[in-house]
């Protein structure tokens, strides 16, 4: 049963109650078509999952008792961002950002690599879009902590942002080193960066190893950037222990 977000703002603990407003409203009442006295569970993406039964269904808002509350359900230990070149095609961008987040990444970043297509930022009505992607999927997927879609950086502002992270893995082509899991130290946070289309120019893999960045690889076969991105995300939160 996927969850459905409840704004904290939403949320009174010391009423016990809770409401459900705009698309979730919609989603819940005319598409579910869920009636008072149904059990839902509900997240407000800050790591709480309730469980309550409807109360009331009103012009507006869906009313809900909440019956019980649970902590970080599911979710994975590893606080993985990723980081990923904007592809050509926004479709598929769009599918690797969903899969990232049922997979488990706590956040998303696009950054711009010399070989990337696409190099306008998520503002506006797009980036609106890829959040409500990312609240759908977390949903789905029964998380219960929300991952945050941030503003596009450079290769310059990625290598300031992760300079004090101890596990960075840049996934390329050209590595001879498959070992993701060998990588783990106890480390609680990680980075991950998959690069466009067209690949990673050859002078940003080397100033990606000198700010200690390593290189792993999927394999032999070449795969689409989506496709490396999902697996990559994959393997790197099922290795880590």
């Not at 939403?10 to 109650?17: A, K």
């Not at 407003?21 to 059990?39: A, C, F, W």
């Amino acid at each position: 049963m996927e969850y459905y977000f409840a704004d904290p703002a939403n949320i009174n603990s010391q009423t016990g109650e809770l409401f459900l407003t705009d698309i979730e409203y919609s989603h819940v009442t005319k598409v579910l078509r869920k009636r008072e006295g149904e059990e839902i569970s509900i997240t407000d993406g800050e790591g709480n999952v309730y469980h309550c039964v409807i109360s009331s269904v009103l012009r507006t808002k869906v009313v809900c008792s909440i019956l019980g509350k649970q902590t970080d359900l599911f979710e994975p230990e590893l606080k993985l961002r990723l980081y990923i070149a904007p592809l050509k095609s926004k479709d598929r961008f769009e599918f690797a950002v969903e899969k990232a987040v049922e997979l488990g990444v706590d956040s998303i970043v696009p950054v711009i690599t010399k070989h990337t297509v696409k190099r306008s930022g998520y503002s506006g009505a797009q980036g609106d879009r890829l959040r409500q992607i990312i609240r759908s999927a977390m949903c789905q997927s029964q998380r219960c902590r929300l991952p945050v879609f941030y503003p596009s950086v450079t290769i310059t502002e990625l290598l300031e942002e992760t300079k004090f992270e101890s596990l960075k893995v840049v996934m390329y082509e050209f590595s001879d080193s498959k070992n993701i899991q060998a990588d783990y130290s106890g480390s609680s946070t990680a980075s991950l960066l998959i690069g466009p289309e067209g690949g990673f120019d050859e002078s940003e893999i080397e100033l990606l190893v000198e700010h200690g960045w390593k290189p792993r690889s999927l394999g032999k076969r070449k795969l689409r950037a989506e496709t490396a991105a999902v697996v990559s995300v994959f393997e790197f939160l099922n290795s880590y222990k």
